[in-house]
T-cell receptor, first 115, second 111 residues
Framework: SQQGEEDPQALSIQEGENATMNCSYK?????LQWYRQNSGRGLVHLIL?????REKHSGRLRVTLDTSKKSSSLLITASRAADTASYFC???????????????FGKGTHLIIQP | NAGVMQNPRHLVRRRGQEARLRCSPM?????VYWYRQLPEEGLKFMVY????????ESGMPKERFSAEFPKEGPSILRIQQVVRGDSAAYFC?????????FGPGTRLTVL
């Protein structure tokens, strides 16, 4: 079953603004990952945050993880038109930190950046 | 409407054998994506197929790996002469538009 639930389902903002997407999950995890998908393309891995980490940065991306609330957020600062895509969170609860039994995807947030 | 199905869920092969992983997309979906996940890493895109066509195979290793999505039947990811480094979880996803729906994955272990 899919336990990652992104919120909101769709988000439209002006170029230059910050975009925040949230993800909630239900069970204990080893790590949580964020992905981007452009229309008709494969997923691109953005960031992986482990269960013992609280915050991680990569360029204009900032991810937080609150294991007590079972939630994560992805912040994209100074958004650009090229950031328009769907963003997915995935939780990894497998025994060895990865694998067929552990990775579960949410339905995604569709982000539109208006020029 | 059943979700994306993958089988087998777990596959064990000895070095040099062949591995065949199957993915049945959701009903009505004509696009299939294959991904590989190594432990503690994110998914890595391998190949994108539509019925009878390979659209993007930029993530596929040049040798031993092949994929097909025939007009009838599931998509197949085939790995010939497996090596220990092929041990990973392999996920497929299907779509008809923007959203991708993921299967539960196949864990391949090469002894």
């Amino acid at each position: 079953s899919q336990q990652g639930e992104e919120d909101p389902q769709a988000l439209s903002i002006q170029e230059g603004e910050n975009a925040t997407m949230n993800c909630s999950y239900k069970t204990s995890i080893n790590n949580l990952q964020w992905y981007r998908q452009n229309s008709g393309r494969g997923l691109v891995h953005l960031i992986l945050i482990r269960s013992n980490e609280r915050e991680k940065h990569s360029g204009r991306l900032r991810v937080t993880l609150d294991t007590s609330k079972k939630s994560s957020s992805l912040l994209i600062t100074a958004s650009r038109a090229a950031d328009t895509a769907s963003y997915f969170c995935a939780t990894d609860a497998g025994e060895s930190g990865g694998g067929a039994d552990g990775l579960t995807f949410g339905k995604g947030t569709h982000l539109i950046i208006q020029p | 409407n059943a979700g994306v199905m993958q089988n087998p869920r777990h596959l064990v092969r000895r070095r040099g054998q062949e591995a065949r992983l199957r993915c049945s997309p959701m009903k009505g979906h004509s696009h299939v994506y294959w991904y590989r996940q190594l432990p503690e890493e994110g998914l890595k895109f391998m190949v994108y197929l539509q019925k009878e066509n390979i659209i993007d195979e930029s993530g596929m290793p040049k040798e031993r790996f092949s994929a097909e999505f025939p007009k009838e039947g599931p998509s197949i990811l085939r790995i010939q002469q497996v090596v220990r480094g092929d041990s990973a979880a392999y996920f497929c996803a299907s779509s008809i538009g923007l959203a991708q729906f993921f299967g539960p994955g196949t864990r391949l272990t090469v002894l």
